[in-house]
């Protein structure tokens, strides 16, 4: 089985999502349409397990292009290939290190839920429900990493900052760079793009795939999906904050504990003191 390669996955219905009632959720994945990733993460959904397998069993990356077979066939997959695949753009940053610092500053404060900019080794919860989303869009489809997903790291928010800052990225050098890491062997990168890769698959005409897969449902995000999302993160949110005030009653407790102690150990010192010179 391959549904390893998309246990982490997280793909787009922008039809369904984006007649949300909510406002602000809209608004997210407008932004995200925007930023020219609508034919990567909304391109129709479609798996091929076994040859998804074949792929990754095989691959190896020479040139620049990666080179795999599937089937007995050979697969050659180039950086143009992809872009034109899924309309990706091939102008603008090609690396997120290149981010300006200014645009990662302005994006800390209009994505914080309190208004103070956002700390960038903080949780996702500082932020707004449609900003936590996007991590989540971000760290599951686009950079496709092992960890916890509740953590800001830097990638992430780079890549979200791409957003919600309209800075122009060149999603097909940074995507593709994604995907070779991936087929590189001893590459920590996890693997991914199940759902792109199937469909690049498909336009080979000798190629044969057999049976496609079911995409779970869960995996997609649509109206219903997103309002799951929202309920789950508003219920961890209120427990996390439970969780922290008993922390702080208990800590108070231990704290008033510990000054009773202290006072009867002064108490102690100071009367055996007093026997001490009354004996002199």
């Not at 300006?100 to 994505?111: E, L, Q």
Request: proline letters at 2%; a neutral charge; hydrophobic letters at 45%.
């Amino acid at each position: 089985m391959a549904s390893s390669l998309y246990s982490n996955a997280q793909h787009v219905d922008f039809e369904s999502v984006l007649g949300m009632d909510d406002h602000d959720m809209v608004s997210m994945f407008e932004a995200l349409m925007a930023s020219g990733l609508r034919g990567f993460l909304g391109c129709p959904v479609v798996v091929y397990e076994d040859a998804l397998v074949d792929l990754f069993e095989n691959a190896s990356v020479s040139n620049g292009v990666i080179i795999s077979t599937v089937g007995g066939q050979l697969v050659e997959i180039s950086e143009e290939l992809f872009a034109e695949s899924f309309e990706l753009s091939v102008d603008g940053l090609g690396d997120l290190s290149e981010m300006p610092k200014d645009a990662i500053f302005d994006a800390r404060s209009i994505v914080s839920l309190s208004g103070e900019p956002i700390s960038l080794s903080g949780r996702k919860n500082q932020m707004k429900m449609p900003f936590r989303l996007l991590c989540d869009i971000m760290a599951n489809a686009i950079s496709v990493k092992a960890g916890s997903f509740n953590a800001i790291t830097v990638e992430k928010f780079s890549l979200i900052t791409v957003v919600v800052c309209r800075i122009k990225m060149n999603w097909a050098k940074l995507l593709f760079s994604i995907l070779k890491n991936m087929v590189s062997a001893g590459s920590k990168q996890a693997k991914g793009f199940a759902i792109q890769i199937s469909l690049l698959l498909a336009t080979f005409p000798s190629l044969e795939l057999g049976e496609s897969s079911e995409f779970p449902a869960s995996k997609v995000l649509t109206k219903k999906t997103v309002l799951r999302f929202v309920s789950i993160n508003d219920r961890d949110g209120a427990e996390e904050v439970t969780g922290a005030a008993k922390k702080k009653a208990v800590s108070k407790k231990r704290h008033a504990a510990y000054d009773d102690l202290v006072k009867q150990w002064r108490q102690s010192v100071q009367w055996s003191l007093r026997v001490t010179l009354m004996k002199t």
